[in-house]
């Protein structure tokens, strides 16, 4: 018989009801749990390797602008974020990834850096661009004040996984009121620039190369600006050095091999005189560069210099600021400078930016000193008496008034002698020595209109005015000059008889020479002998000599271009001259201008 099912009451009595659980812990069973923190870790630091890397690590197509204009960018430095800004928008329309600031982690990379290059590997760039601007800051004593701002210096593009190092080189200037404005200024000229210096030396480094060469497509779309951009650069600057090139060679050419060039075949020298085995030149030496903005040809112009150049050495371009020492370097020269025959020095007018004009004398060793410094009235055609005691000059009080004629002491900058004419017939003056200074002049329109040459002594007191020399009715004189000695005077006259006239300065007689087609800014040889001058003709003007024994007439030159402005050299063997025409490469805005020389048969 089957045992009956015990009831309730005979079984063990029901369990008590559980308390709910405080946590999974007692429904879940104990595990280890090492393992699960141990994988957690593992992924945190993945990331952090991951984000780590993505700031530090070598990229060569990330690059720290790092050029220091009185500060760098992340320094709060103006100046130097508005030229990285600009520098940065070029680099990174060529597929390029400039270092940029806003971001925490970059700008404390920046600022805990001990320098920038610290700062650039940290941030895992490739390349820096480096150059310390240091502007030499020059105040100008015109009213309100003016900030001259100059800067010559090297650039390096450095590749940071090897050290390995390429220099450029910037310069530029600019001028303001205000000192900020000024190195904004300066900022903005000179991005490009920076670009034209580093750019081909980047995309032919090998870490860029081999993306360049290499099959990754977004990499080669990437780079495909900054490939173009190098490709027209190369052609453009190829372009430019075979127009400068060919040019000269042809101007040459039409010489006939009896021309001797001294000045490089893209100068812009300006002959300020001769001295014993050398001259004065005038220098406004243009750079040409490919740029961003334009993404073509473009100019960099710069400081103009006064130089001293040996007769024998002939000067070429150079973008090394140490390889020539100039006597005087600066914005614009305002009009011809003029030098000291018997001497070192030479006086010109310094223009400040439109600003205010000097009376500038300089001399070989590099010592200047502006004798007069005037923000409204213009100086024009300085003149340094032989001796260099005084300078001469035209002086405008205003843009259009009529020029007078002023004499300073080059010392003391002292006015010794002034002319005022109300007929504005002033025709030109010249040095006939130490203290005489010789002009031509009408001395009273209201009775007529014949000219004189007249003569003062600035040395003595009280002044008084020579006229010793009086053309004829309908004459014009111009361009005069004295022989070394200051026996003769040649000038130029127009009328009846034209042509070279020769003045006696004793007895103050003259006699004219025919120049057939005309003449400009005669000048004597040494011995007083020959003269030299600028020959009108159809093709524009040759150099041409005046042998005063005979008054044969021998052209030197008989090319297409313009040549003017002779001198003889101290030995009177020969005449230097400009030779001017236009720029092949930027034929509306520049005139080349080329210093040389032709023999003098004896």
């Not at 039409?254 to 020298?269: I, K, M, N, P, Y």
């Not at 004798?371 to 055609?381: G, K, M, S, Y």
């Not at 006239?501 to 002998?529: C, E, H, L, M, N």
């Not at 400009?578 to 048969?601: H, M, N, T």
Request: with cysteine.
């Amino acid at each position: 018989m089957m045992e009956a099912p015990r009831t309730p009451t005979d079984a063990q009595p029901p369990a008590p009801k559980a308390d709910p659980p405080e946590s999974l812990d007692a429904l879940v069973a104990k595990r280890r749990l090492w393992p699960v923190f141990a994988v957690l870790g593992l992924a945190l630091a993945a990331a952090g390797v991951l984000a780590f890397r993505s700031l530090t690590a070598t990229d060569p197509l990330r690059i720290l602008v790092a050029i220091d204009l009185d500060g760098y960018w992340w320094e709060g430095s103006q100046p130097a974020a508005r030229l990285a800004d600009e520098l940065s928008a070029h680099l990174a329309e060529l597929g390029f990834d400039p270092v940029k600031g806003g971001d925490p982690e970059v700008m404390k990379a920046l600022e805990s850096a001990r320098d920038p290059r610290e700062a650039a590997k940290a941030l895992g760039a490739g390349f820096i661009i480096e150059a310390r601007l240091a502007p030499e800051i020059v105040e100008h004593p015109v009213k309100e004040g003016y900030f001259e701002l100059r800067a010559d210096a090297p650039v390096t593009l450095t590749f940071l996984d090897k050290g390995t190092s390429t220099e450029g080189r910037i310069r530029g200037y600019a001028g303001a009121t205000k000192k900020d404005r000024a190195m904004a200024l300066l900022a903005n000229s000179m991005a490009s620039q920076a670009l034209d210096a580093v750019i081909a030396q980047l995309m032919d480094h090998p870490s860029v190369r081999e993306i360049t060469e290499g099959s990754d497509i977004k990499l080669l779309e990437r780079l495909a600006s900054a490939r173009r951009f190098v490709k027209d650069r190369a052609a453009n600057l190829d372009r430019a050095a075979g127009a400068y090139a060919a040019r000269a060679k042809e101007v040459e050419a039409e010489e006939q091999g009896r021309v001797t060039f001294l000045s490089h075949a893209a100068a812009e020298d300006l002959l300020v005189g001769t001295a014993e085995g050398g001259y004065f030149v005038k220098t406004a030496d243009v750079s040409v560069f490919h740029s961003a903005r334009s993404k073509d040809l473009a100019r960099s112009e710069a400081l103009e210099t006064v130089e001293w150049r040996p007769l024998d050495q002939q000067a070429a371009p150079t973008a090394d600021p140490g390889a020539v020492k100039p006597m005087w370097r600066g914005y614009h020269v305002y009009s011809y400078p003029s030098s000291q025959r018997d001497g070192d020095r030479v006086a010109l007018v310094e223009d400040f930016f439109g600003w205010a004009k000097t009376i500038t004398i300089v001399d070989r060793s590099g010592q200047s000193k502006r004798v007069r410094v005037d923000p409204e009235h213009r100086f024009v055609d300085p003149k340094l008496a032989p001796g260099g005691r005084f300078v001469a000059v035209y002086d405008r009080p205003e843009a259009d008034a009529q020029a007078d004629l002023m004499v300073l002491d080059a010392d003391s900058g002292k006015e010794v002698f002034g002319l005022h004419t109300e007929n504005e017939s002033l025709g030109g003056f010249a040095w006939l020595d130490g203290t005489r200074l010789m002009f031509i002049y009408v001395p009273d329109a209201s009775k007529d209109d014949v000219r004189h040459l007249a003569v003062v002594d600035v040395s003595k007191q009280p002044l008084s005015i020579e006229r010793p020399f009086r053309a004829k009715p309908g004459e014009d004189l111009r361009n005069p000059a004295a022989s070394k000695d200051g026996t003769k005077v040649v000038c130029v006259v127009d009328g009846d008889e034209p042509g070279i006239a020769v003045i006696d300065a004793t007895t103050w007689r003259r006699k004219v020479y025919a120049a057939p087609g005309g003449a400009s800014w005669p000048t004597f040889s040494p011995d007083a002998a020959r003269v030299a001058f600028e020959a009108r003709g159809a093709g524009g003007t040759d150099i041409a000599v005046l042998a005063l024994a005979t008054g044969e007439v021998k052209k030197l030159t008989v090319g297409s271009a313009q040549e003017r402005t002779p001198w003889f050299s101290e030995d009177g063997k020969r005449v230097l001259f400009e030779v001017r025409y236009r720029d092949p490469v930027f034929p509306q805005k520049r005139s080349l201008s080329r210093i040389a020389s032709a023999a003098v048969d004896p």
